[in-house]
Every structure is written in C-alpha cells, then in structure tokens.
C-alpha cells in the first residue's frame, strides 16, 4: 500500500526541501550529496532555485538530481524522479566569490523538463527571508540548537526517497564570522554526503515550531568537516561526495563549516542581476 503522510508541520515539509545529487565524477567513481530548494523574491517576482555547495559540482562527468513526484497536490512516496544533467557543472551558476562554496540553478527549467515527460515534482521551498539579517543574528544565543537535513555518507530511506534529520548545536557564534568568512561551526555528526545540507535554527516551543512560536531560521549550507590528520593538527576539508581520497586513519571530530544563508542569497540576487530569468 502507498504510504501516507500528512505534510503538517515545519519539520516534515523540511523532508522534501532537499534533493539529492547522485554524480559520476571524471575519474568514474560515484559521488552524493545535498541540495535544497530556495524560493527568493526579487523586483521582478519570486523565484525559485536548487543550492548546492560548487565542490560538489566541479569536475562532475554528469550528475542527477532525484525528485519524489506529486500526485494531486501531494507526494507520491517512493514515486522516484531522476532528472540526468549531462555536463553538470555548466548548468549551474556558480557563487560569484571563488572562495565561497555555492552553486545555484533555477528551477524553473527543470520543471519545464519534468513537465515535458509527463511528470510533476513535489518540494517544499525555504524562503529565503527567513535568512537572518544581522539584527537577528546579534539577537541569537552563542549555543543554539540546529537541525539539518541531508544525506550522510549516501544513507537515505531510498524506498520513500527520504533525507536524513539531524540535530546539533552551533559550536562557534552565529553572530562572528569564524575566522574572518561567512561562515560559522556547528557541532553535529557532519559526513561525506552532508555537504550542500541545509542548516536551521530551530527550537520548538511546547513541540512544534511556527514562525510564531519557538524560532526557526535558515542559517546556512554545510560545506565543510573537520578531520584530526595527526596529533594536535586539524584541518577543515569540503565535505566530499565519495569517501575516494580521504586519508585512512584521519578522524571525524564532529564539527562542521557553515556556511551562512546570507551567501546564499548574495548569489541569487547575482545571479538575478545577470541572467534574470
């Protein structure tokens, strides 16, 4: 029987923001990671755009993104759509600062894509104004709770198409830039397939978060794990999409990089400002 699942709250609509990204990279081995969906309004109208981190775009052969499809107005589970992208890295519109770890695509296209074939696409959209500004940001705590959602080391529900939920705290504060970037830490279980996850700030109040009640924000992308190389050296690395070239015997310490949300939507009003649909 089709399972069922009531979309009623914050926290399963976060379920069907992200979207994964299945690549064959140049040398043939096979990559996953994370993307999400983003709606953004601009002065020419709303739109919408897929986000991922750029290191999980460059060098790819081709790549798919897996979409669940929607049946009157609702997700069929499990019902997979896999839209391939040959020469993936050209279809993406990459962060206009090399040294920030994004790329965007608008979704509009990919739809179109979808449509031609018969098929609708289920997503939820974050929006990019629940992105803190920097009074918001001066407003949070130095330890907040966050949750983010993604594709740990390519573990999915592959039979419903789900992500992964995880929980943490942040690990340096929102507010600073940590080590002059826009970025911040988290401390969380951050593994290959995390990177391109979407992180939020979330702290239910009596169970279930709103935009009323108990705090809900977008805070940014992971992009980046710490590994301890040897004694007393560590050292952040982009979160790959395989396991190829990792060092043996290097070790996870459960801090990730964040990137922060506002990156996010300087790209898109870059991208806007050059291409606008």
Known sequence: MQPTMEINSITKKLLFNTI??????????????????????????????????????????????VFTQKRNGQPAF???????????PHAWFMHPDPQVDLAV????????????????????????RLAPDAATLRGLDALEEILFVGYPSGVWDQVNLMPILRRGTTATPIALDFEGRPEFLIDAAVYPGSSGSPVFI???????????????????????VFFRE??????PVPVPANNAGMVMGSEMIDLGLVIKAQAVVDM??????????
Not at 118 to 127: C, K, N, S, W
Not at 206 to 213: K, Q, V
Not at 269 to 276: N, R
């Open 105 to 128: 695509i608008p979704m509009r296209p990919l739809e179109q894509a979808a449509r031609d074939q018969g098929i609708e696409l289920y997503y939820q959209v974050i929006d990019s």
């Open 202 to 224: 979330y702290q239910p109040e009596g169970g279930r978060a709103s935009l009323g009640r108990g705090k809900f924000l977008f805070a940014g992308v992971v992009a980046a």
């Open 78 to 88: 499990g019902q997979r759509f896999q839209l391939n992208i040959d020469d993936f």
């Open 230 to 235: 040897e004694a007393n050296h560590l050292v």
């Open 20 to 65: 994964r990204v299945d690549t064959v990279l140049e040398d043939g081995s096979e990559g996953s990671g994370t993307a999400f969906v983003v709606s953004h309004a601009h002065a020419r109208g709303a739109h919408t755009f897929i986000v991922t981190n750029r290191h999980l775009v460059d060098g790819v052969r081709r790549g798919g993104l």
């Open 268 to 277: 898109i009003d870059a991208y806007l400002g050059k291409w606008a649909e």
